[in-house]
Every structure is written in C-alpha cells, then in structure tokens.
C-alpha cells in the first residue's frame, strides 16, 4: 500500500519562504513511469497543480509558481521537498502531496495523495 505523508511549518510569514516534505512508503520514489506532486487547495478554492518530480529526478513547475518554488528530494529516505519562496497570504492553502502517472491537472491520474497539511501565511 503506497502511502504519503505531508510535514510542514503550519505557519509562516509573508515574505518568507517555507518547506513541505512528502514521505513515501510502499513505493519508491525512484520506480520509473510515476510522478511525485505537489497540490494545493486554498480556502473556499479548487485544487491546484504546484509542481511535480519525476523518477529520475527531473523536475516541473506550474507556469504560475515557477519563479517561486523548487523542488528536491532524498532519495535514500524516499522524500521529496517543496520550497516556496516570497509567500503571502493567498499562498495560504492545505497542500497534498501526491503520485500520479503525470504532471499537471487531471485529478483522476493521481491515485494515491497524503492527508495534506495546512500551511497559513499571517503576520
């Protein structure tokens, strides 16, 4: 059973920058032909794709978040990490990580997600 779990700041301030750490069980995240993502929802909104790492590393970007997110990941511990830099308060969200056969919108290809976590970014 693959499982994922979210950790992050709870909360940050504006301007600053904040992590967000998947772990994975069940499945590494090195198998190739899977996508290890990152997906936000904020309060009263849908779903949103931030980024996504493939098996071999490579990573993708939302188009609107690019300039402002990076992502990485430990492989002997089977975690990726999102960075989000210069937050405000509309980056005030519960963020999923989660493993799909793809990047990018189309919920239905994401079959195993975290729980989430709540991130609000106030002063």
């Known amino acids: 059973q693959v499982q994922l779990q979210e950790s992050g700041p709870g909360l940050v301030k504006p301007s600053q920058t904040f992590s967000l750490t998947c772990g994975v069980s069940?499945?590494?995240?090195?198998?190739?032909?899977?996508?290890w993502n990152w997906i936000r929802q904020p309060p009263g909104k849908g779903l949103e794709w931030m980024a996504g790492v493939d098996w071999s590393g490579r990573p993708y970007y939302s188009p609107s978040l690019t300039s402002r997110t990076s992502l990485s990941r430990d492989t002997p511990r089977n975690r990726f990490t999102l960075r989000l830099h210069f937050v405000t308060p509309e980056d005030t969200a519960v963020y999923y990580c989660a493993r799909g056969e793809a990047v990018g919108v189309g919920w239905g290809n994401y079959k195993y997600w975290g729980q989430g976590t709540h991130v609000a970014v106030s002063s």
């Open positions: 069940g499945a590494s995240i090195t198998t190739s032909g899977y996508y």
